[in-house]
DNA sequence: CCTACCAGTTACAATACCGTCACACCTTGT
DNA sequence: ACAAGGTGTGACGGTATTGTAACTGGTAGG
């Protein structure tokens, strides 16, 4: 579940933006009223994402910001700005330094969520991406697995690389060298049979699905989206 | 050096942006005049990030969108959308399709250059792209191979994501049984030492680099970038 | 229908990989 | 300084994985 502080010395916006996280999807929130203790909690809990008002007692928010930036545990945390000045040159000032986005005062409290959500999604490697899907198949970069109707399909190293390669281009018919190349890095052009017998194996683990790899007779072969 | 895709019928705009962008970083543009040939371009190229006008000739810009993110070729590629019309309710449908950013016209070129320039740093190094750089280390997910130093290392599976786990959160330690659930698929507490001979291979590949891999004693290990 | 060629399939041997164990070493608290 | 507990290290056997070879099956052109 993700980790979400939030940096303001305004209750009530702090309940606003909380109670707009939680209605829509599963945070975890902390709140902090001022910049030291914003600090803190960063350092600490090591949010998935903060959000930091640039209006704070006891430290400025863009002080608050640099010291996350320059702290190793926390300087690969997202970063939304908020300000209740909505001055181009604060904006532009803020953006400079690298925050990941940056809203005005007043809000739109949805508008907040979805920027939110969508700056976790890129992210947070766990969350939506590295995750290959094509048709019913899910190729997970990271588990190094296929999800495929249900189930999970173990791979070996080569035969990920090799569905991978096909995968990524669908529809497009990849020659048996530039297979060759890409799976197992022969650079020239070899006769081999190797590549058939990982093509079956491929097959076989694939099920009713094995017919989305399709042979181009005296080329290579071909990966096709199907319908389901 | 990044490419960007520029999908805007009004060449003037494409000028200013282009302009501007190339003032201040080194990319490569490419500029689309209507919905079809940003989408041919988009597959073709596959540019590091796209900015979208929704006011399209030929083809919707919402449906330029939701083409890139159908296909496997493009479906990772950032997104900022523009729009003539800053109305909040399609501000919110663009972020809710997953736009990584909008701007509603007229913006200032600044603030496009550096929301440009802070999403590809968030989104080129890792998730996307498909090698996670951290200090001297390139791990390449497609091709399950560690650059270092000028170097191909090979990884067998089992090293691959365990290195993968590590080097994903800097500088965070990672427990035993975290390490063990993501890499094993172990879900229970278990007394093994697998793992501790699994950290001692992958820091003999690493060779000098070996410690980046830090032990932390009674909880389990961490990853630590290294300055160089 | 026949031939040549390419792909599918099966079997197998070599080996890379993996998990466990035993022991040495180090750290930490008393 | 000692004991206890956690970690580093090297060796070893079992096993999954891999590439090759040989055979079978299918397709296209004449």
Same mark, same amino acid.
């Given at each position: 579940?993700?980790?979400?502080?939030?940096?303001?010395?305004?209750?009530?916006?702090?309940?606003?933006?909380?109670?707009?996280?939680?209605?829509?999807?599963?945070?975890?929130?902390?709140?902090?009223?001022?910049?030291?203790?914003?600090?803190?909690?960063?350092?600490?809990?090591?949010?998935?994402?903060?959000? @930091?008002? $640039?209006? %704070?007692? &006891?430290?400025? #928010?863009? +002080?608050?910001?640099?010291?996350?930036?320059?702290?190793?545990?926390?300087?690969?945390?997202?970063?939304?700005?908020?300000?209740?000045?909505?001055?181009?040159?604060?904006?532009?000032?803020?953006?400079?330094?690298?925050?990941?986005?940056?809203?005005?005062?007043?809000?739109?409290?949805?508008?907040?969520?979805?920027?939110?959500?969508?700056?976790?999604?890129?992210?947070?490697?766990?969350?939506?991406?590295?995750?290959?899907?094509?048709?019913?198949?899910?190729?997970?970069?990271?588990?190094?697995?296929?999800?495929?109707?249900?189930?999970?399909?173990?791979?070996?190293?080569?035969?990920?690389? @090799?569905? $991978?390669? %096909?995968? &990524?281009?669908? #529809?497009? +018919?990849?020659?048996?060298?530039?297979?060759?190349?890409?799976?197992?890095?022969?650079?020239?052009?070899?006769?081999?049979?190797?590549?058939?017998?990982?093509?079956?194996?491929?097959?076989?683990?694939?099920?009713?699905?094995?017919?989305?790899?399709?042979?181009?007779?005296?080329?290579?072969?071909?990966?096709?989206?199907?319908?389901?």
């Amino acid at each position: 579940m993700p980790t979400i502080l939030i940096v303001d010395d305004e209750e009530d916006i702090r309940e606003l933006i909380s109670m707009n996280l939680l209605r829509e999807e599963k945070y975890e929130i902390i709140e902090a009223g001022d910049g030291l203790e914003g600090l803190h909690f960063a350092k600490k809990k090591r949010p998935d994402l903060i959000i @930091l008002d $640039l209006m %704070l007692p &006891e430290m400025d #928010g863009l +002080t608050v910001y640099q010291r996350i930036r320059e702290d190793a545990r926390t300087q690969e945390i997202p970063v939304i700005m908020l300000t209740a000045r909505g001055r181009l040159e604060e904006k532009l000032e803020g953006l400079e330094l690298g925050a990941d986005d940056y809203l005005p005062k007043p809000f739109s409290p949805k508008e907040l969520i979805l920027r939110v959500r969508n700056l976790l999604r890129r992210t947070n490697p766990n969350v939506g991406s590295s995750v290959i899907e094509s048709g019913p198949f899910s190729l997970d970069k990271n588990a190094l697995k296929l999800l495929l109707e249900g189930e999970e399909i173990e791979l070996t190293a080569t035969e990920f690389k @090799l569905l $991978l390669s %096909l995968i &990524e281009s669908p #529809g497009v +018919t990849q020659e048996r060298g530039e297979l060759l190349k890409k799976v197992w890095g022969y650079s020239d052009l070899i006769q081999t049979r190797t590549l058939d017998t990982h093509i079956k194996r491929l097959r076989e683990k694939l099920g009713d699905q094995g017919t989305s790899i399709e042979t181009v007779r005296g080329v290579g072969y071909r990966f096709v989206k199907t319908s389901d």
